[in-house]
């Protein structure tokens, strides 16, 4: 489900327990599945970077829009990075998975494509190993976790 | 950076880039339309040992300027830090400009009853219905936050943003056009007509009606309607029944954008209806209502601290009714009521009144179809020829003016006579006498032209009859 055209928000907070929200510009997800990483752009998540750099700590909900699928991923060690010329394409897949997603919910491809509009000299790859993952599907089973931890 | 708490320190610590670029100051209302539910937005919390989490939330509604309220449906993390940690922090999509926006909230309490809750009950039952959710979704509670404030997230200089709402039309030209004709009218049934109008002409709303509230029997009744097959006037609707029961109970608007079937009102009427199979001379005027709504709206007429009733619209399609249209209709909402009050306190007696003063000779009967009248004392319902037309206050009214008019000859009455009639069991304040009287000058102009109402005054009107009639009183 992660790979296909899901949406990402990415969650922090800083010392004094304030928190800080963004949705992701793409993500990527390893073959093995345990490596994650989520694109972020410098201007609109600025707090949300500095708390993550501080802390390490990052909660990450992918949900598929047209299904409510949804899944909560967590770490504490968060390693940010610049965007490299070869993430463009992967936010380039990203943003056509995304149009596909929300045309079939009725955003047309110049809305889809101003959601997730940047400069790649303005993105931030935030890298992960999830260290807990939850089912949060809207419903009562919301927030069990998925198999435990992973390894 | 410093972390000092508090309104005032936020903006300058939340600062973008935190180079002392300040944040955007950005009211509320600039984000309603973000809140009509067409993307859901995403809350984060943050539990005591400073681990984020974050999570869909169905509902944020905005209860005013410095306060919205955020839907409680579950017992789960998200609650779980909330109630430890005040803070919150909610991204927001604008619909049309994919504007982002983050409200930095501070949760205060929650409220399991009353309007603010109601309101987001029923339309939360519409979202969970839309979105195939129905068996999960319950509001537990409306959560109500402050919000400390409001940040436009700064989006890529280099793209073009996307154009704002265009106008839909001049929605205050409209408010407007309608205030002007309200004003104009010096009768309640010229007044409800103008309201009508100005939904279905300068709004193209096309299904309204107008219900006032006895507060004696805690019941709804239809006065005036647009747009249905029948009028439906005189059928009722009990007080905290469907959404416009819950409008009128709650003193607040209820509105609906997928309309769920919890909250269909007519559809319940109708299973009610079809399941009892007993009724075989039912006192129930049908609702007119429409049978497969999709978007609704009901406003409380409220005028002097009251609730006098409530201005219903509907639609057979969704999304028609956005928070402008509720922000119009409660204010045009508000000139009906008052005007409706007026109409009460102005019918008073005409002075030069004629006809009270000196009652004919019993008139000869006049030459129509013989019309046989039947009263029940019981509940004041009124057969005509066998067929029921009207019952209640409006029943006893019309039964005095039957006698008054076979036994006295008398064609002119006046409100207050009615008033000061016992037998009426008129209520002693808030009698809604003259929408009463409207309520059967319609009903019988509908089922009973034989019978006539005519206004001919403030406080005065004529009624007369077209044939011979033979009143026959049931004491059951």
Not at chain 2, 406 to 427: C, H, I, K, S, V
Request: aromatic share 6%; charged share 20%.
């Amino acid at each position: 489900m992660m790979a296909r055209g899901v949406s990402v928000i990415v969650s922090a907070c800083g010392h004094d327990l304030t928190p800080s929200v963004m949705r992701a510009l793409g993500s990527q997800i390893s073959a093995s599945g345990d490596f994650v990483t989520v694109y972020l752009g410098q201007r609109p998540s600025a707090q949300l970077l500095r708390d993550v750099a501080a802390s390490g700590r990052m909660a990450v909900v992918f949900s598929e829009p047209s299904t409510h699928r949804t899944v909560q991923l967590k770490t504490r060690h968060a390693r940010l990075r610049e965007a490299r010329p070869e993430d463009a394409a992967v936010l380039q897949r990203y943003r056509l998975a995304m149009q596909q997603e929300l045309g079939g919910l009725g955003f047309g491809p110049a809305f889809v494509s101003a959601m997730f509009a940047h400069r790649l000299d303005d993105v931030v790859a935030v890298e992960f190993t999830p260290d807990e993952a939850f089912d949060q599907t809207p419903g009562p089973r919301a927030g069990q976790p998925l198999g435990g931890p992973a390894p | 950076m410093s972390a000092a708490p508090g309104r005032s320190q936020a903006s300058s610590h939340r600062s973008p880039q935190g180079e002392g670029t300040p944040v955007t100051a950005v009211d509320l209302a600039e984000l309603r339309p973000c809140l009509e539910g067409a993307i859901p937005a995403m809350m984060a919390t943050c539990a005591a040992d400073g681990t984020p989490n974050v999570a869909y939330i169905s509902q944020v509604f905005y209860v005013d300027e410095r306060h919205v309220a955020l839907s409680f449906q579950f017992f789960n993390k998200t609650r779980k830090n909330l109630l430890a940690q005040p803070r919150s922090t909610v991204l927001v999509l604008h619909p049309l400009t994919a504007c982002f926006y983050r409200l930095h909230l501070r949760y205060l309490r929650t409220e399991d009853s009353g309007p603010v809750f109601e309101s987001m009950k029923a339309q939360l039952a519409g979202i969970a219905s839309h979105s195939g959710m129905a068996h999960v979704f319950r509001l537990l509670g409306s959560d109500i936050h402050e919000v400390c404030e409001i940040e436009r997230v700064p989006g890529d200089p280099s793209s073009t943003p996307l154009p704002p709402a265009p106008p839909r039309c001049n929605l205050l030209g409209a408010l407007r056009r309608g205030s002007a004709r309200l004003a104009a009218c010096a009768t309640l049934d010229a007044l409800l007509d103008a309201t009508l109008q100005t939904l279905e002409q300068d709004l193209g709303i096309r299904h309204a009606m107008v219900l006032i509230l006895d507060p004696v029997t805690e019941r709804l009744y239809t006065v005036a309607s647009r747009g249905y097959a029948t009028s439906g006037v005189g059928s009722e609707i009990a007080l905290g029944d469907g959404v416009i029961g819950v409008a009128a109970r709650e003193r607040t608007p209820v509105r609906i954008m997928h309309m769920a079937s919890a909250y269909l009102y007519s559809r319940a009427l109708r299973d009610s209806l079809a399941g009892d199979g007993s009724a075989a001379i039912s006192t129930d005027i049908p609702y007119p209502g429409l049978p497969e709504p999709r978007s609704q709206l009901a406003v409380p007429l409220l005028s002097a601290g009251r609730v006098l009733g409530v201005l219903f619209v509907e639609s057979p399609l969704e999304l028609q009714f956005s928070f402008e249209d509720e922000d119009l209709l409660v204010t045009l909402g508000g000139q009906l009521a008052a005007g409706i009050d007026l109409m009460q306190e102005s019918a008073e007696p005409c002075p030069d009144m004629p006809g009270t003063e000196h009652p004919a000779a019993p008139a000869k009967a006049p030459a129509g179809p013989r019309l046989q009248v039947r009263h029940y004392r019981s509940n004041d319902s009124v057969f005509v020829n066998n067929a029921y037309l009207i019952k209640g206050v409006a029943g006893a009214i019309l039964w005095k003016l039957l006698q008054d008019r076979q036994r006295q000859g008398r064609r002119e009455f006046t409100n207050r006579e009615l008033r000061l009639d016992r037998a009426l069991r008129l209520p002693d304040v808030a009698d809604n006498l003259e929408a009463r009287l409207l309520l059967l000058q319609r009903r019988l102009a509908e089922q009973c032209p034989q019978l006539h109402i005519e206004k001919t005054g403030r406080g005065c009107f004529h009624f007369d009859t077209a044939g011979p009639v033979e009143l026959e009183d049931v004491a059951a």
